[in-house]
Structures are given as structure tokens and as C-alpha cells.
């Protein structure tokens, strides 16, 4: 290791162990982590020994999943190891933010008094952007927008030595694949969808913006020992079935939150018939069943991707470590699916949900029996699920037999490229001009609709509609704001298909379209290059090298802006039960971070708390009227606004809490959805159950994520009761807390209430927050 008498003061006081030194370590060939970062070195060799070493310890044989997050273990020969028990402290080899959760990110590391992060960063610029008339008005009016955003992360990231990706440069998970992501690499980024990476054979797990900051500061990271989840492919993929019907049908088998706690590892003979952006597809989705991460073992198309891209020594490092990059023989998983991929069908899930599968051949008469609209309004393709040059490859494959019996769409259409590479390559390729031939408005390299970014002008809302999508999520309300919009997701080339026809009921494999000629046609199965036949285009040059000396560097924060907030310290627990608490909201049904902190209209303010603060659970049903945000205030008796009414209490000093229903916060890794309840006074939020990234961020500010012992006991709670928790005194891991539920008529209930916390997360309980417990550690 380091020498420890070698680090700053500051690392020094946090127990880092700073790895990242390419001198330290004896390596066979010493290959740079990326482009950018020409001195940080892959160590497959420092994988090697702690694999080796938690081996010995195990004595069997390791999963591929295993092996990455072992292989990164703090303490290898110390780390009490149980599959969904233990507490892992690991050691990241990167972080990457994208620009909405990377504000309070860069705000809390600010706070944090280092002078540096301790490992490679980056902040990409992709949520900001909302589509509306194309891709570069459209980035125009962007950057003059939030320009005051931009130019915090700009200055922060020079500053603290953060690499940053201006906007129009792509989708953060798109310049991972293109650029960070490797075989073996344990990556963190403060979006759901890190998991992309998985499909370049990495473990890249979504984290809120507290966790980005340990890291980035140099701390172990802290993750539940994960299960794992196998799902072995046999056959092959062929004909209309591509990648995204895997993760499709998997989330049918698995739904919203069969993979909590689990890394769902894919292996068998089937994985080398699908590329390796079709990997990350696979993976990226894999956020949807609530899974850990998702990762697929190295492979020749991994090695193919890699030099495509400019890695191949990457690739040649990787072949020499290949044994440590895939799973031993007789390994074994927590669970196990197999997908005979030769007679898998071509999928399309939802509405509202992305678990709700479907045969594309069966859907049409789903709809019409659930009544959901019919004709397609827009058919959307792209977003950092399915934006690759093979997918845009196969949508153009569909166009152009559509346009060549003189058809367009019959829906509007649009087309978001991945990164700034895949437009400029599409570009010059001619994929982009046959989109638009067909109809299609090529919007800028962003994640736009996907995120509900999207200027929707062709309904009313509240409009019932149907629109058809590549994204992976399709919540209610999520893409533009309207509850009546039944949105459903599948592959770009069945999007592109279905636009064309312009009904859910046209199924491409069977059915017929009619050209201008009046003749009869049937669209073949599309067939495209995986990766373009020569070189990417790599387009403009988007990227800012943090400098090397940044001590002159400033970053400004206004205090009078809308947009940016400096953070000021949650206040620490006071040593006392939580006595009286009043309910704000019970929660009916499913209760996404998009309800607790609605995105759209709101990412504007994501730098700044209390502003964002306004749009707390404005989503979420309360049980009590049927209504979304409109809750009663229990001193006025009135119904009013949810963040209103929290407002009111913080104002008043009475303390709430939150009931909710199964799987709370799932969906987003935004950090604002814990944020907010604390800012806004909250103390607990006590559900059924919850997702894994929501879970953890509640408890890095301080709050007391719980579950009710008996799920039952959800019924016993109702919106006029008042709550004490107990035991907090003798807070210790294992040990249920009580609850005692006080009825406006006098009687009372004592209910017991679970909880995950160790001794590490008591001490941001008892702290205040993470931050504040970090605060602690460096005095």
C-alpha cells in the first residue's frame, strides 16, 4: 500500500488508502484507465491478489460479480463476507455524475473542506437539456438557460480536479461505454442507470450524490454484500428479437424489485451472440427490477468494442487477466433464470410500468382489452439505453424499406443520439438523414423526453395518448408531465415499425403495410453493423481537462440565485426518542423517487434545496382523499399542497414522518428525494419495503429509513395518528425499534420496526448525516 506517512493531512485523518499511485504497484503493463487520464493505471494485478486472497478464504468457486467486488475489497483478508448480510467496504476505482445530481454532489464535496477528489471523476452535462425544436437550437437554448449551472460544474470540477463534459457531448452512461467503462472496473455514478457499463464487463452501480462524495474523499464505500442473480442465455438472438427483449422479459420474470439487493450476473453460450453495446443495453435496464448492477462476462465482443474505441490495450490487458474476468465453473448463484434467446420474442412492457410485459404479437389485443389507447401519438427512439450505432443502424435498416415503398411515419418521431461520437458517426454514415427522410427530428445528445425533458406540444394534458419508446422507465407522467399518457417501452427497431404503422396493433413480424403504390409489403427483419466499418467519428471535442495547478481556480455561488444553494449542516440527533411525530402523508400504491421529487420542470433547481424542496412527494397518492399532493395540515385541519404543509410544521417545530407502501423510491438515484424530507423536517420514513439506492440515501442525511416488522402493520397507521419511536438510545444494528401509534380517541398500539443501519450508519444517524459524520472524522 501507499505509504500512509505519504498522504495529505486531510486523506490521512479519513484512513485512505490512496491505490491509485502507478509506482506502487508491480503490474505486467502498465495501461491508462482512459484517454483522459493518461497516469491512472488499471491495476488487474491488485484485483488478482485480493481475489486470490478472499479465494483461499471462501475456498469455492466465485461468481464473475464476486470477483469484481471482492477483488476491491478495503480489507481482503479481514471483510466479514456473507451474501446479503455483511457490509462490504470497498475501494471504487472511479465516479462519474451527471450534471443534475452532480450539483449537490459537488456542493457536499465543497463542503467537505478537501482540496481534491482522491480517485478519477467526472461530471457529465446531459439533464439540463429539453428537447423542443432539435438538437442544436435546442442545445443553444440550454446553454443559455442554465449557464449559471454549467459554470459551477465547469469551476468545480477545475477546481477540485474533476474532469467535466460540457453539454452536447452525450448521455453520461454513453461516454462511460465510449470512454471509462473496462473489463473488472468498480465504477459509482450518481445516476440509476450506471449499470450500462456492466455490458463492457464492469460492475458500475448507481449511488445518490453521498456516496459519490465518500468516495471522491477517499473513504471505503459501504454496499450490502449483494446476492446474485444468474441468468444463463442459450441459443442465439436473430430476426426482430434484439437485446432489449432479454432485459424486457427478465423484468417481466423478475419485476420492479426481484432483483433489490442482487447483482444479476449473465453468462452462457448465449452472450456471444449479442454485441457489446447490446450487453449494456441489457445491463442498463437491469436498474428497472431493482437490481444492484447487472454484468456480463469479457468476451471477443467486449475486445472488438474496446478497440473500436481506442482501447485495444485495454482489450490485450484484459486477455492476459481473462480468468479473473469471468465466473469459475460450478459457481453458485442465488438464484437462476435461463432465456432460451433462439425462441425469445420481440417484447414491449408497460404501460406505467416497466415490468408489465408483453409479445409485441400480443399487445394489440392487450390494449384493446384494457382500453389504453390504440394509435401511436410519437414513437421515441434513442436515450442512454438504446442509442448505440447498432441500434441506430437498425432502425435506419427499418426506414429505408419504408421509405422505399414511399411510406413515412404515421406518428411524429424523434431521435436522440447517445454521445456527440454516435451523431457525428450517424451523421456521416447517412443513418441520420434516413430518420429524418422518414420523418424524424433528430434531437441533441442528451438524455431529453427520457427524463420527461421534452416541450410536448400535440395534446392537452390530461389527454389520454399512447406514445412507444426505447427509454427504460415509462412511470406515470414521467416523459411529459401528463398522467394519461400510456407510455410503452421496447426496442428502437419496433418503435421505428410501430411509428410507421402508427398502431400498437401492427406487429412487424406478420403484418403488412400498404405502400403509395397501394401494393401490399412486409418489413424484413433489420440487419446492421454493431460497430461502423471504419473509424467513430468522434465529432467536436466536448471535454475539459481539469488543470493541473488549480489553486487559483474560484467557484462562485451567488447567494442571491435560484438555481445554486451552498449546504448548511443538517442538525444532529439530540439523544432523545422521537416523540409525537405527526404523519404528513400515507402513501397509497407505488411511490417512485419521480413521486417524491419530481424531474422536469424541477431539474433546474436541483443545486438548490430549498427550491427544489417544493415539489416533495407532489406525486405520491394520499391514502386519506385518493389525491396527489393534497394532504391534511393536522393543526389546521385544512387540505393543502405536501410541501406546504411540511413547511408549515418545520415552521412550527412539529416533526414528521412519511408511511409508505412496497418498493418506495424506486426507480432514480436523485438524492433529493432524501434531501428534501430532511430539509423539510422529516425524522422517518417507515414502509413496507424499500429500493436499495432510496434506502441509502435516506440514511446519508440522517433520516431513519423503516420497516414495518409486519407489513400488516401498514393498516394499523392512519394519517391523523401521531408516532413515537423508541429505542433509539440503544440504536444498535439487528435490534427492531418500537413504535407506539397514538389515536386521536385515545387508545394506542405498540408496533415493532426493522431497519438496516450498522455501526457506520448509526453514526450518520446520531451525526446528523454522512457529511456532518465526516466533518467529525477529519477534526
Keep these: ?126 439533464h439540463l437539456i429539453e428537447a423542443q425544436l432539435g438538437g442544436e437550437k435546442d442545445l443553444r437554448r440550454a446553454k443559455d438557460i442554465n449557464q449559471e449551472v454549467y459554470n459551477f460544474l465547469a469551476t468545480a470540477g477545475a477546481k477540485y480536479g474533476v474532469g467535466f463534459w460540457k453539454p452536447g457531448s452525450g448521455i453520461i ?73 432479454v432485459i424486457l422479459k427478465v423484468a417481466g420474470i423478475l419485476t420492479v424489485k426481484g432483483g433489490t439487493g442482487a447483482i444479476v450476473e449473465y453468462h452462457g453460450p448465449g452472450v456471444d451472440s449479442i454485441s457489446c453495446t447490446g450487453m449494456a443495453t441489457i445491463c442498463n435496464m437491469g436498474a428497472e427490477i431493482g437490481a444492484t448492477t447487472s454484468v456480463f462476462p469479457y468476451n471477443h465482443r467486449m475486445k472488438k468494442y474496446l478497440s473500436k474505441t481506442g482501447r485495444a490495450d485495454i482489450a490485450n490487458l484484459a486477455d492476459e487477466f481473462k480468468d479473473h474476468l469471468v465466473p469459475d465453473p460450478g459457481c453458485h448463484y442465488d438464484q437462476l433464470i435461463e432465456v432460451n434467446l433462439s425462441e425469445l420474442k420481440p417484447h414491449i412492457n408497460g404501460p406505467f410500468t416497466p415490468d408489465l410485459a408483453h409479445p409485441v404479437a400480443e399487445v394489440g389485443k392487450v390494449a384493446e382489452k384494457e382500453g389504453w389507447p390504440l394509435d401511436i401519438r410519437v414513437g421515441l427512439i434513442g436515450s442512454c439505453t438504446n442509442s448505440s450505432y447498432e441500434d441506430m443502424g437498425r432502425s435506419a435498416a427499418v426506414a429505408k424499406q419504408a421509405l422505399a415503398h414511399g411510406l413515412k411515419c404515421k406518428s411524429q418521431f424523434t431521435i436522440t443520439p447517445g454521445s456527440e461520437q454516435i451523431r457525428a458517426t450517424i451523421e456521416r454514415d447517412g443513418y441520420a438523414q434516413i430518420l429524418r427522410d422518414l420523418g424524424g427530428i433528430v434531437l441533441a445528445n442528451a438524455c431529453g423526453p427520457c427524463i420527461g425533458q421534452w416541450d410536448r406540444k400535440d395534446i392537452k394534458k390530461g389527454e389520454k395518448n399512447t406514445i412507444v419508446t426505447s427509454y427504460n422507465r415509462n412511470f406515470t407522467g414521467r416523459n ?29 413480424e406478420t403484418d403488412y403495410l400498404t405502400g403509395t403504390d397501394g401494393k401490399k409489403f412486409k418489413l424484413e427483419a433489420p440487419d446492421a453493423d454493431e460497430l461502423p466499418k471504419g473509424e467513430f467519428d468522434p465529432g467536436q471535442d466536448t471535454y475539459q481537462h481539469p488543470p493541473k495547478d488549480s489553486s487559483g481556480q474560484h467557484v462562485d455561488v451567488s447567494p442571491t440565485s435560484q438555481r445554486l444553494q451552498l449546504l448548511e449542516p443538517f442538525d444532529k440527533w439530540d439523544g432523545k426518542d422521537l416523540e409525537d411525530l405527526q404523519i404528513l402523508i ?20 436541483r443545486g438548490h434545496l430549498d427550491n427544489i424542496s417544493n415539489n416533495l412527494l407532489i406525486g405520491a397518492i394520499n391514502i386519506e382523499n ?15 399542497p405536501v410541501p406546504d404543509t411540511a413547511r408549515y410544521y418545520k415552521k412550527h417545530g412539529i416533526r414528521w414522518v412519511v408511511i409508505g407502501d412496497e418498493n418506495y423510491g424506486e426507480g432514480s438515484s436523485r438524492e433529493h428525494a432524501a434531501l428534501e424530507p430532511r430539509h423539510l423536517g422529516a425524522r422517518a420514513i417507515i414502509t413496507k419495503s424499500f429500493a436499495r439506492i432510496h434506502e441509502t440515501n435516506l440514511k446519508k442525511q440522517g433520516l431513519l429509513p423503516l420497516t414495518f416488522a409486519d407489513p400488516a402493520d401498514y393498516n394499523k397507521i392512519h394519517p391523523v395518528d401521531k408516532l413515537t419511536i423508541q429505542g433509539l438510545k440503544d440504536f444498535t444494528p439487528g435490534k427492531p425499534l418500537k413504535c407506539i401509534i397514538k389515536h386521536p380517541n385515545g387508545t394506542q398500539e405498540t408496533i415493532l420496526l426493522n431497519h438496516t443501519f450498522n455501526e457506520t450508519q448509526i453514526e450518520w444517524f446520531r451525526a446528523g448525516s454522512a457529511l456532518n459524520r465526516m466533518k467529525e472524522l477529519q477534526q
Design 586 to 605: 400515507k402513501v397509497k400504491g407505488k411511490c417512485t423517487t419521480d413521486h417524491i421529487s419530481a424531474a422536469g420542470p424541477w431539474l433546474k433547481f
Design 480 to 508: 411529459d408531465a401528463n398522467p394519461e399518457t400510456h407510455a410503452f417501452v421496447t426496442s428502437p427497431e419496433i418503435v421505428t415499425a410501430l411509428a410507421i404503422a402508427g398502431t400498437l396493433k401492427f406487429n412487424p
Design 1 to 126: 500500500d501507499f505509504p500512509h506517512s505519504f498522504l495529505p493531512l486531510t486523506h490521512r485523518s479519513l484512513g485512505v488508502r490512496q491505490y491509485h499511485v502507478a509506482s506502487v504497484l508491480c503490474q505486467r503493463a502498465k495501461v491508462a484507465m482512459s484517454h483522459f487520464e493518461p497516469n491512472e493505471y488499471i491495476h488487474y494485478d491488485l484485483l488478482e491478489k485480493n481475489i486470490n486472497i478472499v479465494r483461499k478464504r471462501l475456498n469455492r468457486p466465485l461468481t464473475l460479480s464476486e470477483k469484481i467486488v471482492y477483488g476491491h475489497l478495503d480489507d481482503p483478508a479481514g471483510q466479514e463476507i456473507e451474501r446479503g448480510k455483511s457490509y462490504l467496504r470497498l475501494r471504487p476505482d472511479r465516479v462519474a455524475m451527471q450534471d443534475a445530481t452532480a450539483q449537490m454532489a459537488m456542493l457536499q464535496f465543497i463542503s467537505s473542506g478537501l482540496p481534491k477528489v482522491a480517485v478519477p471523476s467526472t461530471i457529465h452535462c446531459d
Design 173 to 245: 452512461h454513453q461516454i462511460i461505454l465510449e470512454n471509462y467503462a473496462y473489463p473488472g472496473v468498480l465504477l459509482i455514478g450518481t445516476d440509476s442507470h450506471t449499470p450500462n457499463g456492466g455490458g463492457l464487463g464492469g460492475i458500475c452501480i448507481g449511488v445518490g450524490g453521498a456516496d459519490a462524495v465518500d468516495v471522491m474523499a477517499g473513504i471505503p464505500w459501504e454496499l450490502k454484500c449483494p446476492k446474485v442473480i444468474g441468468v444463463k442465455l442459450t441459443g442465439s438472438l436473430s430476426g426482430w428479437t434484439s437485446p432489449k427483449d
Design 626 to 640: 385518493g389525491k396527489a399532493n393534497s394532504v391534511r395540515n393536522a393543526v389546521t385541519q385544512e387540505f393543502g
